[in-house]
């Protein structure tokens, strides 16, 4: 059963735009969200984060939006940038545990 | 501090083998994580360990699989009579219960190779 579910595998945007990750998820005890990014070779990095008592968190070209009732987060990167081309993983948790469900990633790709 | 440190980043194996693998966390922090990551899908929990205690364990890590973590320190993950289904890269993380946040931070991975 798939928690977590990023039903992009992959997503190319132009250099400068908006690129827009989604990420939907089915546990309605999930309070704490994630967004980490991977290059090849190496482990996850983490960008943003978000509680379930907000619906927004920004952080310089990085916004994670939560749409509780959807049960749907989604992260945008604007402007988007070469060295932003990795693969993004949607991580949740729930309250009282510790561990990080992830979603299987989506590959995104910004073109110069 | 530089970050969380694994070791050895690569393992080639053959089958029925055991592997250590070791994970030196963030100094400060005093969550320590263990995750597993196959070709095309997000990180697997394996478990966790707060301080010196393992505080939960997946189903994935079956009897061939242990960790510790003494002292509360370092971690290490052992596989025991490996198998080619063990073949993965597995991922340390650790995080601090004190700072008011807890978003994990990973080690770069040891990659696993049984042939």
């Known amino acids: ?112 | 501090d530089t970050g969380v440190s694994q070791n050895p980043r690569h393992k080639i194996t053959k089958r029925g083998q055991n592997v250590t693998f070791r994970c030196d966390p963030i100094s400060e922090h005093n969550r320590l994580y263990w995750y597993r990551q196959t070709l095309g899908q997000g990180p697997e929990f394996l478990t966790y360990f707060q301080n010196e205690a393992q505080l939960e364990k997946s189903r994935l890590l079956s009897d061939r699989f242990s960790a510790e973590r003494p002292k509360g320190s370092f971690s290490t993950l052992e596989i025991q009579r490996t198998e080619q289904g063990d073949s993965a890269m597995y991922l340390c993380a650790s995080s601090s219960h004190t700072t008011g946040s807890t978003e994990a931070f990973f080690g770069q991975g040891t990659r696993l190779t049984v042939v």
């Open chain 1, 1 to 112: 059963d798939q928690q977590v579910k990023q039903n992009s595998p992959s997503l190319s945007v132009q250099e400068g735009r908006i690129s827009i990750l989604n990420c939907d998820y089915t546990n309605s005890m999930f309070d704490y969200f994630l967004w980490y990014k991977k290059y090849p070779a190496e482990g996850p990095t983490f960008l943003i984060s978000i509680s379930s008592i907000k619906d927004k968190n920004e952080d310089g070209r990085f916004t994670v939006f939560l749409n509780k009732s959807a049960k749907h987060l989604s992260l945008h990167i604007v402007p988007s940038q070469p060295g932003d081309s990795a693969v993004y993983f949607c991580a949740a948790s729930a309250f009282g545990t510790y561990k990080y469900i992830f979603g299987t990633g989506t590959r995104l790709k910004v073109l110069a």
